[in-house]
């Protein structure tokens, strides 16, 4: 058996085991399978001294033998279920034998794997080492959402933050916002946000806001409020709608930043009849400082018709790397990066050469070549008859978040590939067929005229289509003869488990899974399982699969059969369009027959 999996030991030097076994060889024999990857082995002899370890100290893995000379080894699985700091960690069962039930009841107790004694050297460390790098990616997910916590909070302790269901009635506002308007929490929430609403602010500004943001689209603007004791306040909002997975608008949050001394400012100044030289002073000084604190945090630009830039603030060149002797009178192409869409360019002078604000996010790069990413703003500016004479970029540099969330989305994805070839280990299969079964999955979902982004989607989600056979036992999973019914039975459990292990996370891509790992064994006909769906009632991304596995299955020798000739698996598949498979989506298969092919063989095998 082949297993094509990094060696990740070298990020977990330090990673300690628990090995709770009373056998001098078995604790020699992986003793010595450890000692290379640098793991710290611990050895407890039976149950009592190993929950006396378990109490006293901390592992990312253990080992436990079912026959112990105390006690039976589940006793030990049912008090790290019972133990905070030990129900999560994984467990790898070693036993004489084991049965379904067993294996059910194990799975619910915390077991994570199963190994037969005497065990397969190279797979029990190869387990090993999974689960560990398993442990190390877990716990660095947990830190990132952490830090987004963090980030939250730190919004929250800065802004003025609410929320309202579609109806405009506030179901969350945090502590700066009571402290700004006056009220308690008590007293805001379930209320209609208009709680606040200043009598001077017109009714179309309110209009213009909601018709907005039930389009799902962004509103932003300034806002005249008025506090509990009917003094007013002023803001700077943006009111995000949020939108679930389905596209419907759940809910509204605002965000805003007191702007009042600003506006009072601007208030004064636009109703003294004469500005004394006092208050001009005054007026002019404070508006130094709020452009000093925009400078010390945005990145500001202008530019002329033209596109080439007249003026760029001190936070351009320190974000950049730039100088002024190197950008001014030079066209803004200087911090283009090449793999910004030409299409983003052109809805952007599109957009601001007609006298609208552009928002979105750019991906620039500095004068060393190195990317940054930015929140813009671009907007045009007037002259007095209405005439656009420049233009003013804003942005707000999000770089440190977007490779946060590409850090989240690679760990996702290999995740996905590694726990999908842990599924075809345990079936004698090796994980280039997962690897395989993806890319044929996005050739088809191409052809078939889906865009790229979820033609990507289907291909990372479809590693997991088999993650249920894990609970299944050896002796059906290695079987090379046919299934009699009882272990056919259980062989198709795995659907609804792999269905089962992913169904809850609110992730696109585990939610693709969950639908592909149920459904892929469904048949156009009604004559699959788990379900008997048929036709449209089987989600299309499982009809794609179900092609791509197939036909791998059929391409390769297995524990079962040999290897299918190419001309016997189109005819099967023509054979079967419209029983088996979707009639529309095997004919663009067949159709693009070679493509599979070349994919196929220019593969790992």
């Known amino acids: 058996m082949h297993c094509f999996v990094k060696d990740t030991s070298h990020k977990n030097p330090y990673a300690k085991i628990l090995l709770v076994n009373n056998s001098t060889l078995i604790q020699q024999q992986i003793g010595s399978l450890l000692k290379p990857k640098n793991y710290q082995l611990a050895i407890a002899q039976n149950a009592q001294e190993a929950e006396k370890k378990l109490i006293e100290n901390s592992f990312e893995l253990i080992i436990l033998d079912l026959e112990l000379p105390d006690k039976n080894g589940e006793d030990v699985l049912r008090f790290m279920k019972k133990n905070s700091n030990t129900k999560e960690t994984p467990t790898l069962i070693l036993t004489k034998s084991y049965d379904s039930t067993l294996v059910s009841r194990l799975i619910k107790q915390g077991a994570n794997e199963f190994f037969l004694k005497p065990f397969i050297p190279e797979e029990l460390l190869l387990k090993i080492d999974f689960w560990i790098d398993f442990q190390r990616k877990t716990k660095a997910t947990i830190l990132q959402k952490k830090i987004l916590q963090e980030y939250k909070d730190a919004v929250d302790r800065s802004s003025i933050v609410s929320k309202t269901d579609k109806h405009g009635n506030i179901i969350f506002i945090n502590e700066q916002f009571c402290k700004i308007s006056g009220y308690s929490e008590g007293e805001l929430l379930g209320k209609p946000h208009s709680i606040v609403r200043h009598p001077d602010m017109p009714k179309k500004a309110f209009q213009d806001m909601w018709t907005t943001i039930l389009e799902g689209n962004p509103w932003r603007g300034i806002v005249k409020n008025q506090r509990k004791d009917g003094s007013a306040y002023w803001v700077d909002a943006v009111i ?29 100044l636009k109703n003294d009849l004469k500005i004394s030289n006092t208050n001009f002073e005054e007026a002019y000084q404070r508006a130094g400082e709020y452009e000093k604190a925009i400078n010390e945090s945005t990145i500001l630009t202008r530019t002329d018709l033209d596109g080439n830039i007249i003026f760029a603030n001190e936070y351009f060149y320190k974000t950049t790397g730039f100088s002024q002797e190197d950008v001014i009178g030079v066209n803004h192409n200087i911090i283009k990066h090449e793999e910004t869409p030409k299409e983003v360019f052109i809805e952007l002078w599109d957009t601001i050469t007609s006298g609208k604000i552009w928002k979105g996010v750019f991906k620039n790069k500095k004068k ?20 656009i004479v420049e233009y003013m970029a804003i942005r707000n540099e999000i770089t440190k978040v977007i490779a946060l969330n590409e850090e989240i989305e690679d760990t996702q994805k290999e995740l996905i590939f590694r726990m999908g070839e842990l599924a075809e280990s345990r079936s004698k299969e090796t994980g280039s067929h997962v690897k395989r079964v993806s890319e044929y999955a996005k050739l088809l979902a191409l052809e078939l005229g889906y865009e790229e982004k979820e033609a990507n989607l289907i291909a990372m989600a479809s590693p997991m289509h088999d993650i249920g056979k894990v609970a299944i036992p050896d002796f059906i999973l290695t079987k090379p003869g046919a299934f009699n019914n009882e272990e056919w039975e259980m062989m198709k459990t795995h659907s609804l488990i792999g269905y089962n292990v992913l169904k809850s996370s609110e992730r696109p891509l585990l939610r693709a899974a969950s639908i592909i790992a149920k459904e892929h064994h469904e048949k156009y006909n009604g004559k699959g ?10 989600h299309p991304y499982a009809r794609i ?17 040999a290897a299918w000739s190419d001309k016997e698996i189109k005819e099967f598949f023509e054979l079967e369009k419209g029983e088996h498979f979707d009639p529309t989506f095997t004919e663009c298969f067949l159709n693009n027959f070679e493509k599979f092919i070349f994919i196929r063989n220019n593969s790992i095998k």
């Not at 399982?529 to 089987?538: A, R, T, W």
């Open 545 to 561: 699969v179900a092609i791509a596995d197939v036909f791998d299955a059929l391409s390769f020798e297995r524990i079962y059969k």
């Open 529 to 538: 399982y788990p379900d008997g769906l048929k036709e449209e009632e089987i």
């Open 368 to 387: 060393d070549g190195s990317p940054y990413w930015v929140y813009s703003t671009i907007l045009p500016i007037f002259d007095k008859d209405k005439n």
């Open 240 to 268: 995000n709608p949020i939108i679930d997975s389905n596209g419907d608008i759940i809910e509204f949050i605002g965000i805003r930043q007191d702007i009042t001394e600003i506006q009072l400012v601007r208030e004064k």
